[in-house]
């Protein structure tokens, strides 16, 4: 028995599936991406902070956000949190970022932190 015009409504879905996950893929692979440079940017500052007392914390919050407008991410300085204490020095940052995926919202959220050992 022939089934011209009959289409596999399993073969559409899938397709379907597949092109909604491309398009996903496609929006927030590269945030991610970006938001994996500002993170080492986090581990460089703090580490820096923790082994040169001169470098204070506005070189800290200077470093995050060249890191984050390099990057196109929104970070601003309230968004950063500094702690210094005699044996480390924490550094964490909060921000979010919200990708349109076919109409959908998707809202990332990045803490990323790092706590840096201090040698003194």
Same mark, same amino acid.
């Given at each position: 028995m022939r089934r011209s015009g009959k289409i596999n409504i399993g073969c559409i !879905?899938? +397709?379907a599936a597949l092109v909604v996950a491309g398009v996903a893929a496609y929006k927030i692979i590269p945030v991610r991406v970006r938001a +994996? =440079? #500002?993170k080492e940017a986090v581990k460089r500052a703090a580490e820096s $902070? $923790?082994?040169n007392e001169r470098f204070k914390n506005e070189n800290v #919050?200077?470093?995050? !956000? =060249?890191a984050a407008h390099d990057n196109n991410l929104p970070v601003n300085e309230r968004q950063i949190k500094i702690d210094r204490s005699t044996r480390e020095v924490h550094v964490e940052v909060h921000y979010q970022v919200t990708a349109d995926i !076919?109409?959908?919202k998707y809202v990332m959220h990045f803490d990323p932190y790092y &706590?840096?050992?201090?040698? &003194?």
């Open positions: !879905l899938m +397709a +994996a =440079e #500002v $902070a $923790a082994t #919050v200077a470093t995050i !956000l =060249e !076919l109409g959908y &706590d840096a050992p201090r040698f &003194d």
